[in-house]
């Protein structure tokens, strides 16, 4: 081979690579789920291209009551590919609602479904489409997350229960930056820090991996960089974009990988105590994460690097409080007396989690989250 001039003799370059410690990759399992994904701003003006892509031209719109306008104008643009529109999704998807809506889409004879929302309106989606198989397009204005997994929460009698199933997964996600612009700052808040709590669960989660762990850092730092930029100004286009990716990267994460005692804590809050979605999660966090700390160093480390902090579970807590989002569980609806009840049920078919689930440890956790104190052990 002749000798490239303009390059020194390969032993004279030796001495400019450093050789770096190695690691072994601890082993792993890791399972992609499909979904189309189209992300920007002003994307909206792409969805009757995707309807057509999807072979399908009787999509039934679905919103909350709060969002209608946005429902009726999307059917406006839909024009011929619309077949009508169903606007009473409510949280924790309460199975009335769904026969509801079910009875509406039989009705209309819809082949596909267009959820506009947040988690609510997702999840009355992914409950028509458990029923149906029909297609989903969903659009999410929160950073909820819920559009990029297959998991649906379900409640009926006061209990909430969710199940894993492809059969819920969106074919599309259509993520427009310009519609999460009018969500209002308690909500944008809230719904960060419940979109941090995903990626948190994945980092550690008995099924973490590598890729999911690497997704979970950069969701959480584009979430942690956007939330002071948001709360000065609700209009900052680069952090409205910054949240909803990191809303997309968290969402995947949790879609990924299992949930461990925070999830479930807030599961039962809701579910059982009718507690806000966003807004417990907001609460929880910082607490649910002290619980796991010494279990879990090597994820606490991340997340602190991620939040540019020097404890995650503290960095949470200033986070939230810092930015006006709730710390109290006494603030968004619990009652005292239900404490004990809420310990019992949380402690009841656990999740899988790193520190094994402790009654008294539990207490002392929910306790804290009640009166808005700093987490401790
Ligand atoms: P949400 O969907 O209930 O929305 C809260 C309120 O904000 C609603 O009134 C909604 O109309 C309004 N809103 C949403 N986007 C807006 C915007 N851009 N501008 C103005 N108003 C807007 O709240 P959420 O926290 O997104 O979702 C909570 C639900 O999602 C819960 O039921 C939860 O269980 C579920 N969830 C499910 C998963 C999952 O993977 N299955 C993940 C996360 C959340």
């Keep these: 081979m002749s000798a490239n ?27 992609g789920l ?37 429902g009726e104008d999307i059917v406006a643009e839909l024009g011929n590919l619309a077949a009508g529109l169903y606007s009473n999704a409510a949280m924790h998807t309460p199975v009335e609602v769904t026969r509801d809506a079910l009875k509406f889409a039989q009705e209309l004879e819809v082949d596909c479904l267009i959820a506009l929302g947040g988690g609510s309106t997702i999840g009355l989606s992914k409950a028509i489409a458990l029923h149906t198989d029909l297609l989903q397009i969903v659009i999410p204005t929160t950073y909820a997350g819920s ?13 909430k229960t969710t199940q894993r199933t492809l ?12 519609l999460s612009m009018t969500l209002p700052l308690q909500m944008t808040v809230t719904s960060a820090m419940n979109a941090i709590a995903h990626a948190i669960e994945a980092l550690y989660s008995k099924d973490a991996n590598p890729l999911i762990s690497t997704l979970a850092e950069q969701g959480i730092s584009a979430l942690a960089r956007a939330l002071p930029r948001l709360t000065s100004d609700l209009t900052d286009k680069e952090a409205r974009s910054d949240a909803l990716f990191g809303g997309w990267a968290c969402g995947v994460c949790l879609g990924a990988v299992g949930m461990s005692i925070h999830h479930k804590l807030c599961h039962t809050l809701g579910g059982s105590f009718g507690l806000p979605h966003a807004e417990t999660h907001t609460v929880v966090l910082p607490h649910a994460v002290a619980y796991n700390a010494e279990a879990a160093p ?43 009840r809420a310990v019992e049920l949380a402690c009841s078919s656990p999740y899988w989690n790193p520190r094994p689930i402790e009654q008294d440890a539990i207490r002392h956790l929910l306790n804290n989250a009640f009166k808005g104190v700093r987490p401790s052990n």
């Design 5 to 31: 001039p303009d390059v020194s003799k390969r032993s004279d370059l030796a001495g400019n690579i450093q050789q770096l410690p190695g690691v072994i990759m601890d082993s792993f399992v890791y399972e």
């Design 167 to 178: 059969k819920v997964m969106p074919e599309v996600i259509l993520y427009d930056v310009d």
């Design 147 to 159: 559009e990029a997994t297959p998991i649906i929460g379900q409640t009926e009698n006061g209990l």
């Design 298 to 340: 090597e994820a606490m480390a991340r997340i602190a690097r991620a939040l540019g902090v020097s404890d995650a579970a503290q960095g949470l807590f200033d986070l939230a409080y810092v930015n006006g989002g709730p710390t109290r569980l006494a603030d968004i609806g619990m009652y005292e007396a239900d404490l004990p």
């Design 34 to 70: 499909a979904s189309r994904v189209v992300f920007g701003f002003g994307t909206l003006a792409r969805l009757r291209d995707e309807v057509r892509r999807l072979g399908c031209s009787r999509a039934l719109v679905l919103t909350t009551a709060a969002q209608r306008n946005r």
